[in-house]
């Protein structure tokens, strides 16, 4: 069973410009999350879609946006990129255990973006 | 919001020792999860726990979930170099809260 993809691996932007980052989940699960991780801000949530919806929302401003497809491949948007915004971009793809009652989620590999 | 306060925030320690690192919370969480990640890599799952006071162990680790359900502990016994990477904690209820994570450095 494939893992939790994402593309690309690594991207370098230059301020302003906006950026696309792509994620595929495991076959199967319907909830992709993403995250942002910095070294002065450990993994930071910004947000998670499942069935096409957005089901959660962290606390980023409104450059950052993202959608999720009927495959429930998912991409997340930044616009007018910031140097600040330079950090590993992760995506985690979940799914609900009824015999659990609960819920793993397993990460990407995440893209490294470097904002100049 | 939600918080996980995450200690120790690193440890230096021998090859062969055991390490103990816990996660603590203001909130109640339904899932605890505990993550290792190398660098320049996505975070991978160790051990989920979905009930208070379950024990649940992965090879030389060995995680609990409080029964609080506030907090969470993971040990890892016989400590090898390939230890070495940044634990975290995370807990589920709704969104997932991770710790600041415990940065793990083994001396050979």
């Known amino acids: 069973k494939a893992g939790v993809t994402q593309t690309p691996r690594y991207l370098i932007k230059t301020r302003g410009q906006q950026v696309t980052l792509s994620c595929s989940p495991i076959?199967?699960?319907?909830?992709v999350s993403w995250y942002q991780q910095t070294p002065g801000q450990g993994l930071q949530f910004l947000f998670e879609?499942?069935?096409?919806?957005?089901?959660n929302k962290g606390n980023f401003p409104g450059r950052f946006s993202g959608r999720q497809f009927s495959n429930s491949r998912s991409e997340m948007n930044v616009s007018t990129l910031e140097l600040g915004d330079s950090a590993l971009y992760l995506c985690?793809?979940?799914?609900?255990?009824?015999?659990?009652?609960?819920?793993?989620?397993?990460f990407g590999q995440g893209t490294r973006l470097t904002v100049v | 919001g939600q918080q996980l306060n995450q200690s120790p925030q690193s440890m230096f320690i021998q090859e062969g020792e055991d390490v103990s690192m816990n996660c603590t919370s203001s909130?109640?969480?339904?899932?605890w999860l505990w993550y290792k990640q190398d660098p320049g890599e996505g975070p991978v799952l160790l051990i989920a726990?979905?009930?208070?006071?379950e024990l649940t162990s992965n090879g030389r680790l060995t995680a609990q979930f409080g029964i609080t359900r506030k907090d969470s502990f993971l040990n890892i016994s016989a400590s090898i170099p390939s230890d070495v990477g940044i634990y975290f904690c995370?807990?589920?209820?709704?969104?997932?809260?991770f710790g600041q994570g415990t940065e793990l450095s083994v001396k050979p």
């Open positions: 985690a793809s979940s799914l609900f255990s009824s015999q659990t009652g609960g819920t793993e989620a397993f």
């Open positions: 879609y499942f069935s096409e919806t957005q089901r």
């Open positions: 726990l979905y009930k208070a006071g």
């Open positions: 995370a807990g589920q209820g709704g969104k997932l809260i």
């Open positions: 909130s109640i969480f339904n899932t």
């Open positions: 076959s199967g699960h319907r909830s």
